[in-house]
């Protein structure tokens, strides 16, 4: 749908017939006499609607567009060379406010969120429709008046008070609440009067509120103007009673033109009113109610709106649309940053909120809100932390009555990992890359981001990676172990106990397969994470020390064998076990003296970590040192007897 309004506008890039997409010169370069008909000006039209004489002409233009096949023959004329055209966020939101993909001002054409599209047919005819508004504009064809004036108002004002019991003043608060009341409460249930069922009563309910927004304004002139304390509190009471009506009626946008008349405190409650049905504001109006919630409130956990937005229950304010919910945010991040209740509140949005995920996603991946860092840092909460995986957390409220949270778990991990893992390895490339960039290193981006070209880029760029992180973290091996997790998480999933994935000896991953969530990561087993990591660690400087191997008998045999390593930087150990890296707290104080020690830690805490409780008891124990380049040989693969070790445990 397309509507004419009048609204104020700011300056905008002209379209010309030098200028945009081939398709739209020629509809400026010819005679408007070409498309346009007789029609008749209509200087007093409020809005055009489906149906009318502007609409059904506009329509036709954009058939015609249409039929044309891609470029039309003849156009609008050299009058509309200056037309603008607006595609922004502000644009999207009146287009929205409007329920309009597109709507003219003059010469400027405003189109919502992904409307603009001059290249496709429907955008062809959009385009064309709007066109032809901008040129019914420049007859004087649209122009959208206010049906109630001060006037109108008033004589229904004097009308009232010639049938009231008492005498009246117009200047009085009290006087103009119960004239306001008259019109716009059902005196049944004291409530504003509720939408009528029939199309036919709804402009009159319109009529109503519109005169309750004139008396609004009264109410708040009376305040500024009195030098009564008594009666600016009473205007601002009952200009508030008439605001919190509109809101609830549904007039939200008229209620917060009005907003700045009211006390701090009366606006607060009338912001609350607003947040009940959220959907019902504007983007814009969202951050005016943000915004005043922010002011002068250090932390973050304190803001009503963060609290409901971090209370892990169902709330309209976690249902909104993309663009109210990037208004609300665009807040909280300028004011506050990453702060945890900040990531927490985005976290909760996004899980309680799928439709919006791509969309939030990609402003903060574009830094028009946020920054792809605070995404990042959203994605690390608990609730995106693979099922199964410790820290995992899932929110209460979401779980499907009589659903156990296994079977929830598979069903996240269906739906809402993969949104998760796109995301984390959109970040994590540019991460990397960036992190290469620093140390003078160039990484070029993946072609696509899909498990096969992810895992050819991952194996091209091993070296060029541990190169990176080497010289960013020489001296920071708690920033190494954190990069080898995110990369184990991101690129690497962790296949079931019953399954087995044989490892590249030398740590490579070519021969890997896609895996979870829907084919994004590769298949891989503890074995597949040692020898990479232990590939991958040698090469930024770590001295590979070895690999070891349980493998339950007996009552324990049904259980997985299992694979961990072991590597030394600076005479102090660490433990490689599946996607973790962990201390033992042992440290050589000349050379291989905790070696031995290292080796019966690298068991016991590979054991604690690996297996869910209760352990194994009944295990065989098989170690053997790594080659130079961290390798892992045939033998250990294999579990040669030679390398059972009866010492361990």
Known sequence: MARRVKLY????????????????????????????????????LEISQPGDAHEREADAVAEQVNASGYQLRSGFGSNLSGVRLHTDQRAAELSQALN????????????????????????????AHELTHVAQQQRGSARLDRKVSDADVEADFQAWATKATRKVNKGDPQDLWDFVYSLIFDPTTYLPLAKPAKAAAVPEWQKKFEKAEVVARWLFQIKSTSKSTDVQGQADSRGFGVLDALVQAGFVGQAMAQSSGLSDEKKKLLFETVLKTPSAASATDLETIVTAQCTGVADPASVPIVQTLTDGNKSPLKSLDAARTKAILNVLIKQYGSKDSI?????????????????????????????????????????????????????????????????????????????????????????????????????????????????????????????????????????????????????????????????????????????????????????????????????????????????????????????????????????????????????????????????????????????????????????????????????????????????IP
């Open 343 to 647: 990531i927490k509140a985005i976290a909760q949005v996004l899980m309680f909120n799928p439709a919006i995920r791509v969309a939030i996603s990609d402003a903060l991946m574009a830094s028009q809100i946020g920054s792809p860092d605070l995404l990042f840092k959203v994605l690390k909460q608990p609730y995106f932390v693979e099922p199964g995986y410790e820290g995992a957390e899932l929110l209460q409220a979401l779980l499907p009555s009589g659903k156990s949270t296994t079977d929830y778990d598979t069903e996240r991990m269906k739906n809402d990992m993969p949104w998760v893992y796109t995301y984390k390895q959109k970040y994590y490339v540019q991460f990397l890359i960036d992190l290469a960039k620093g140390q003078k290193i160039t990484i070029a981006p993946p072609a696509k981001f899909d498990a096969p070209t992810l895992r050819s880029w991952l194996e091209s760029n091993n070296a060029n990676i541990a190169a990176a992180a080497q010289g960013a973290y020489a001296s920071k091996p708690a920033d190494m172990f954190e990069l080898y997790r995110n990369i184990s998480d991101i690129f690497f999933y962790h296949i079931p106990h019953d399954r087995n994935v044989d490892p590249d000896l030398e740590g490579k991953i070519s021969h890997l397969v896609p895996g979870e969530p829907s084919k994004q990561r590769l298949e891989a087993d503890c074995d597949v994470f040692a020898t990479y990591a232990m590939r991958l660690f040698t090469s930024t400087g770590f001295e590979p020390v070895g690999y070891l191997a349980i493998v339950p008998t007996g009552a324990d045999k049904a259980r997985a064998a299992h694979v961990a390593g072991l590597v030394r930087k600076s005479n102090q150990y660490y433990i490689i076990n599946n996607k973790n890296i962990l201390n033992p707290g042992l440290a050589d104080t000349k050379p291989n003296d905790k070696k031995a020690d290292a080796i019966k830690k690298l068991y016991s805490m590979a054991l604690a970590d690996a297996y869910a409780s209760p352990y194994p008891t009944s295990v065989e124990v098989f170690y053997e040192d790594a080659g130079a380049k961290g390798q892992m040989s045939p033998d250990f693969k294999k579990q040669d007897r030679k390398l059972l070790r009866t010492d």
């Open 100 to 127: 309009a993909d597109a709507f003219t001002l003059g010469r400027d054409i405003y189109f919502a969120e992904g409307k603009y599209a001059p290249q496709s047919s429907e955008g062809q005819k959009l385009l």
């Open 9 to 44: 506008r700011k300056e905008s890039p002209t379209l010309s017939a030098q200028e945009g997409p081939a398709f739209v010169a020629p509809l400026l370069n010819q005679p408007a006499e070409s498309f346009f008909g007789p029609l008749a000006s209509s200087p007093s």
